[in-house]
């Protein structure tokens, strides 16, 4: 999650739209070569703007909330949302994370072959009090 500093394409720029520079080019290679992709997202397309009025208006998508299939795998509803700048130019991003409920008390987990282990022992018996 971050300010990039570069569109991913030139359809994340308002009015006219920029040619593919190299730097997009680039950045694009990047993140497949990360094997990450963009979370979804709620809220204001266009992440950061010039606050200047008129035609002389712009604004990118430049900030991003990007992950690997792991995190998509685990977290596979969660949504970047990106609220009106208010005074700044960049709009901020937030992950509205949901804290987990586990019914009940979690159980206790022993696996077996953690007793095959050489330090087992000494460890157990320096935890008892």
């Known amino acids: 999650m971050g300010d990039f500093n570069v569109s991913r394409y030139p359809s994340e720029h308002s009015g006219e739209r920029p040619l ?11 993140i497949r070569k990360c094997e990450i992709e963009d979370l979804r997202q709620t809220g204001h ?11 002389e ?3 990118k998508k430049i ?25 700044s130019d960049h709009s901020p991003c937030i992950l509205p994370f949901q804290r987990s409920i586990f019914p009940g008390v979690r159980p206790f987990k022993y696996l077996n072959a953690w007793a095959s282990h050489p330090s087992f022992l000494g460890l157990v018996k320096g935890g008892m009090v």
């Open 20 to 30: 593919l520079s190299s730097h997009m080019i680039e950045f694009e290679r990047c």
């Open 45 to 55: 397309f266009f992440s950061w703007s010039n606050k200047r009025p008129g035609g």
């Open 57 to 59: 208006a712009v604004a």
């Open 63 to 87: 900030d991003r909330a990007m992950a690997n299939w792991c995190w998509f795998k685990e977290f596979s509803n969660l949504q970047a949302h990106f609220p009106p700048h208010g005074i």
